[in-house]
């Protein structure tokens, strides 16, 4: 029986989705850096540093995107291109901004940009001890491929290499499956 009065939980249910419309993903700028190490200091122990950053996206092959709810910048990922593969090096949602469908929509940014890219799966490695992390990216359907011992040179912790390699169904939508024109090229 209906009272009329939403419960708590559709109003909190209401408010992520409000909130996650209100986000719009774009291309990393310079004048992103600020909120960016916000987010990455807060949300990590052994963060990046700016240097970091920029070095990284001074590659050719190194693409930055950030979310943006007004004039804020509450997530980050740092993705590389790679021939047959996309690889996500950072990835971050403030710790303000999480549980609203945020990273969520990140993630579906990246699975697009796999068909527009024409690569085959999105890799990415998570510490050992990063429960949510893998929670996460497991349940957006990533799976664990393999430990990667030793893995971070600050820690020495190991990672797990999770990937994300989409069904064949899910390319109906796209055309088909993806085909690297230029892979294609530099066999022959």
């Known amino acids: ?11 909190d249910r209401d408010r992520r989705v409000a909130d996650a419309t209100a986000v719009h ?15 990455e200091r807060a949300s990590f122990e052994y963060s990046w ?11 050719r092959n190194c ?10 910048v509450i997530g980050f ?32 940014k990246l699975i697009y940009k796999l068909c527009s890219h024409r690569r085959q799966k999105i890799s990415l490695a998570v510490r050992e001890g990063n429960v949510v992390a893998q929670v996460f990216f497991r349940g957006h359907g990533f799976k664990a491929a393999k430990v990667l011992r030793n893995y971070y040179e600050d820690s020495g912790e190991d990672a797990y290499q999770m990937e994300y390699k989409p069904a064949e169904l899910d390319w109906a939508e796209y055309g088909g499956p993806p085909v690297n024109r230029i892979a294609m090229y530099e066999g022959n």
Not at 49 to 59: A, K, P, S, Y
Not at 63 to 72: F, K, N, T, Y
């Open 1 to 11: 029986m209906s009272t009329g009065r939403a419960t708590r939980r559709e109003r």
């Open 25 to 39: 993903i774009r291309w990393m700028i310079r004048r992103d850096m600020p909120d960016v190490m916000q987010t």
């Open 49 to 59: 540093t700016e240097d970091d950053f920029l070095r990284c996206l001074r590659q």
């Open 63 to 72: 693409i930055g995107m950030v979310a943006e709810r007004g004039d804020s």
């Open 77 to 108: 990922m740092i993705y590389e291109l790679h021939r047959t593969r996309l690889h996500l090096l950072n990835f971050a949602v403030h710790p303000s901004a999480r549980r609203t469908g945020i990273g969520a929509m990140m993630v579906d």
